[in-house]
């Protein structure tokens, strides 16, 4: 958001949820008076394309963590994968990993994590409306996930390592709607740094803005 900020001399520069340093996809990208919808675009359902790395489970729920176990001998059915999968299907509970944004007495629990500390999480409430398994390859599955705010797909894939007993992490992450948005609408970060402020103003949605393409200007 700064690139863009320092880029075209912009403002105000939000965005309607973030996205973890590994993952890609659709990331809303809110200017000026936009900024004020962020709470409003946080609030809506988000959709994923995921891959799971089963026989691995590493201290950040990701590919990127430290390894903490590791199980050789996954060989699961397309159907006991199902099953398992039905345990996150509708209104769960999750428990917000360590490595996350969230914050204790004012601090990031990731900051707390880099200490090698952990400290209690309350479990919250979201809702997996959508939970499609793509395919199984190996230690691999691809699933497809349309979920509420607030829910973490590394904790997901996290949980599902330990009911099926092999441990698990994410190994992939790829946005791919935020609310009415879609992946397929959306436009390149890099070729909108690259081009001209006018093409940036062609860019905005005035629906998502709630203000005219010359707002911007």
């Known amino acids: 958001m700064d690139r863009?900020?320092?880029?075209?001399r912009i403002k105000k520069v939000g965005h309607g949820g973030s996205l973890d340093p590994m993952a890609t996809g659709l990331l809303i990208i809110l200017i000026n008076r936009g900024t004020k919808l962020a709470s409003g675009m946080l609030g809506g359902e988000k959709e994923y394309e995921?891959?799971?790395?089963?026989?691995?489970?590493?201290?950040?729920?990701?590919?990127?963590?430290k390894v903490v176990r590791l199980d050789d001998k996954v060989n699961f059915t397309r159907d006991e994968i199902e099953k398992a999968l039905d345990n996150f299907r509708g209104e769960i509970q999750q428990i917000p990993p360590m490595v996350s944004a969230l914050k204790h007495r004012g601090e990031r629990l990731y900051k707390i994590a880099?200490?090698?500390?952990?400290?209690?999480?309350a479990p919250r409430t979201v809702t997996i409306s959508s939970l499609i398994l793509?395919?199984?390859?190996?230690?691999?599955?691809?699933i497809d996930i349309r979920s509420s705010k607030g829910t973490y797909i590394r904790t997901l894939s996290h949980d599902l390592g330990r009911l099926?007993?092999?441990g698990g992490c994410?190994?992939?992450?790829?946005?791919?709607r935020v609310g009415p948005y879609?992946?397929?609408?959306?436009?390149?970060?890099?070729?909108?740094?690259?081009?001209?402020?006018?093409?940036?103003a062609e860019c905005i949605l005035p629906v998502a803005s709630q203000a005219p393409a010359s707002e911007f200007k």
Request: hydrophobic share 35%; charged share 35%.
């Open 4 to 8: 863009l900020k320092k880029r075209f």
């Open 50 to 65: 995921a891959t799971v790395l089963l026989g691995t489970e590493t201290d950040s729920q990701d590919i990127t963590g």
């Open 114 to 121: 880099r200490r090698g500390e952990v400290i209690e999480r």
């Open 134 to 142: 793509r395919e199984v390859s190996g230690s691999s599955i691809r």
């Open 164 to 166: 099926l007993g092999c």
């Open 170 to 176: 994410l190994s992939a992450l790829r946005r791919t």
């Open 182 to 200: 879609d992946i397929r609408d959306a436009f390149n970060f890099d070729d909108l740094l690259k081009g001209t402020r006018e093409r940036l």
